[in-house]
């Protein structure tokens, strides 16, 4: 059943239309984003690769990347849970690592650009953490989610379809 089908007497709102499809219309971008979301996530926890294109897709809006990552993260052995807490996670801190913390805190400096730059501190816990090899994947992870959010929110990419696994290379 999609979001827009009645169910127990609530009729939702309808879904919006996509203005363009970016697969067909610059299938060679699309291609290379594609191939480019695999190459960042090599060598990183898969769920821990899912909280951050989470938090990055909440902090930019993108509800068809949150439909994907949250479904995504399920799939990889995430709980409901933490994913509910994520948008609050500093308060909802003790459901997450240390680790984890400082992925989630870094996707933010690097999400949100406001200072133009990403704090030290910000930078040395990620490294407490993360092996230099790990902090360029994590990067490449959290710039590639930013790339695809804008692209599905620009493009109005609906949410409410996709399937855990779709889009795997």
């Excluded at 090599?42 to 809006?61: C, F, H, T, W, Y």
């Excluded at 990403?118 to 990620?126: G, H, R, S, T």
Aim: hydrophobic fraction near 45%; charged fraction near 20%; charge should be negative.
């Amino acid at each position: 059943m999609t979001m827009n089908q009645t169910t127990a007497n609530t009729e939702y709102a309808p879904e919006h239309t996509p203005r363009l499809n970016m697969a067909k219309l610059a299938p060679e971008v699309y291609k290379a984003m594609t191939a480019l979301s695999a190459a960042a996530k090599k060598g990183l926890d898969p769920v821990l690769a899912e909280l951050v294109m989470i938090r990055a897709s909440q902090i930019n809006r993108c509800a068809f990347c949150l439909d994907m990552h949250t479904k995504e993260a399920l799939a990889a052995g995430e709980t409901i849970e933490r994913i509910i807490q994520l948008a609050a996670w500093e308060e909802s801190r003790h459901f997450y690592t240390e680790r984890e913390a400082a992925a989630l805190e870094l996707t933010e400096a690097v999400t949100v650009l406001t200072e133009g730059f990403v704090p030290d501190e910000v930078w040395e816990k990620a490294a407490k953490h993360f092996d230099e090899a790990q902090l360029a994947q994590l990067t490449a992870v959290i710039t590639v989610i930013n790339s695809w959010n804008r692209f599905a929110v620009t493009t109005r990419m609906v949410p409410g379809h996709y399937t855990p696994g779709a889009f795997k290379r």
